[in-house]
């Protein structure tokens, strides 16, 4: 796949995911997806998703840096969001927090297969 293609791809799985898009994850993700090592395919990924939508009923996934290797993507994602109790077992409690994630894909065919994540929560601390 193009890097050009690739790019494309992985913005329009973000709007997917901010649309909450449910039917249309599987157009982005793998059957057998996995998330920071642990294999718990398309099913487990949207129940990770809505999961956090739950939590965070204000979220907004913001591309800040994209970076494309096929078939790799890495992305600096921006949040500014509130949630609505604890939050990586920090007592946010509905205070607004800003923060970022970094995430490492691989696809395959077209859609994500594994992902890697890390989030800055050092600067949620800082926050509260």
């Not at 909450?20 to 398309?42: I, M, P, T, Y």
């Not at 970076?67 to 920090?90: K, Q």
Request: hydrophobic share 45%; charged share 25%; net charge negative.
């Amino acid at each position: 796949m193009a890097v050009t293609d690739l790019a494309g791809l992985y913005r329009a799985y973000i709007d997917c995911l901010n649309r909450q898009d449910w039917a249309d994850l599987e157009r982005f993700v793998s059957d057998d997806a996995s998330h920071n090592g642990r294999k718990f395919g398309l099913s487990g990924y949207r129940a990770m998703l809505e999961n956090d939508f739950r939590q965070i009923p204000d979220l907004r996934f913001t591309i800040e840096l994209l970076v494309v290797e096929a078939p790799h993507v890495a992305s600096r994602l921006a949040f500014d969001c509130t949630p609505i109790g604890e939050f990586l077992g920090l007592p946010v409690h509905g205070k607004n927090i800003r923060f970022a994630e970094n995430v490492i894909y691989r696809f395959h065919n077209a859609r994500i297969t594994e992902a890697w994540s890390v989030i800055d929560k050092a600067a949620i601390e800082a926050q509260l």
